[in-house]
């Protein structure tokens, strides 16, 4: 009997609990946002806007930097964990997934196998665009971008767009122009590693992007 009550608190709780998320997730405009970043449940830096509808799973592990920016239409299963690091940009639609099912028992039915958790992490100055899925396990690099509707399935570089289903590194971001005409060893990554060594003036570069703009 007791256990029966048990099990019935759980399960009411956890129906509150959804009901409760789905009205937070609602809330339009800047306001929804500061509500959002002090109740769903996920831990967020200064100027971090969540837009609404928003779907977030296993909020509690979910952490979010600074000037973040998840907008509306996406959905994050932060069950092995999500970062999400300083000034990245999460565009609508898009899917990042921290679990799987596990799957490899035949003899077993998928849903009764449980889950794989492989953290994701997101460094900073990342632009995911629209309708990307980011699949468990992975990291985004520092200033790469995702073209729309790419599907991420491993590590990528820094500063580079990835694009296309697997996403495949197309280009390196550069330092100070365009890319086009710009010599292959002037790409960004060479810059900043070359201009944002310690010695560099001999003083070291709060960000690499203020590091870029002092050195391009
Ligand atoms: C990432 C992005 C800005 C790159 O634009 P760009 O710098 O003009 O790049 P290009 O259009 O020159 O594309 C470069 C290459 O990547 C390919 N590519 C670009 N976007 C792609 C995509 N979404 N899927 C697959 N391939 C893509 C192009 O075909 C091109 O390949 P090629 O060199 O073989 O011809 C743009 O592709 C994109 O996806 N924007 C997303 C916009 C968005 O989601 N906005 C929502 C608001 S956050």
């Known amino acids: ?114 889950y794989e958790c492989l953290p994701v992490k997101i460094e900073e100055d990342v632009w995911v665009g629209a309708g990307a899925i980011i699949r468990p396990g992975v990291r985004l690099a520092r200033g790469c971008v995702i073209a729309a509707g790419s599907v991420v399935t491993a590590a990528t570089e820094a500063y580079t767009l990835y694009a296309g289903v697997p996403a495949r590194p197309v280009r390196k971001r550069v330092a100070g122009e365009d890319v086009d005409g710009v010599p292959e060893d002037s790409s960004r990554e060479v810059a900043h590693r070359d201009a944002c060594r310690p010695d560099a003036r001999n003083e070291l570069p709060k960000t690499s992007l203020e590091c870029l703009r002092r050195h391009s």
């Open 1 to 114: 009997m007791i256990s029966r009550i048990k099990v019935a608190y759980r399960a009411l709780h956890g129906e509150a609990a959804e009901w409760f998320r789905a009205g937070l997730s609602c809330i339009p405009g800047r306001v929804g946002c500061w509500i959002r970043a002090r109740l769903y449940g996920f831990r967020a830096g200064r100027r971090t806007c969540v837009w609404n509808n928003v779907i977030i799973y296993h909020p509690a592990k979910l952490t979010l930097g600074n000037n973040v920016q998840i907008v509306p239409g996406c959905q994050i299963n932060a069950g092995g964990g999500v970062e999400i690091a300083d000034n990245s940009m999460i565009g609508p639609g898009v899917f990042i997934w921290s679990q799987n099912h596990a799957y490899k028992r035949a003899d077993i039915l998928i849903c009764d196998q449980g």
